[in-house]
């Protein structure tokens, strides 16, 4: 009795962490998009956003980037589920 009453509360703890698993969302860092998107500028000052969601849909997310003159500039990216990226400066 003892046995059956541990073995199904193990498959439930184990459903229970696969249900969790499942249900939280999946990120990219900042600083890996960087060096995904931006390896041919190094030594630039590019900073993406820090915590970018990816979805069925794909992932969209905005990096900062400071020119040689000191100057700011934003982009908007998005990439959708078939890879395709779509790069737009932000006024």
């Given at each position: 009795m003892?046995?059956?009453?541990?073995g199904v509360a193990f498959i439930a703890t184990i459903g229970v962490?696969?249900?969790?698993?499942?249900?939280?969302?999946?990120?990219a860092?900042?600083?890996a998009l960087v060096d995904l998107f931006f390896e041919a500028h190094p030594g630039r000052a590019i900073t993406?956003?820090?915590h970018v969601p990816i979805t069925a849909a794909g992932m969209a997310f905005r990096c900062r980037a400071v020119?040689?003159?000191?100057?700011?500039?934003?982009?908007?990216i998005t990439i959708d589920r078939d890879g395709a990226v779509t790069e737009a400066p932000v006024p």
């Open positions: 003892v046995r059956t009453v541990l962490g696969a249900v969790i698993g499942w249900c939280a969302p999946t990120v860092r900042g600083d993406c956003d820090d020119g040689d003159d000191g100057r700011a500039r934003v982009f908007a």
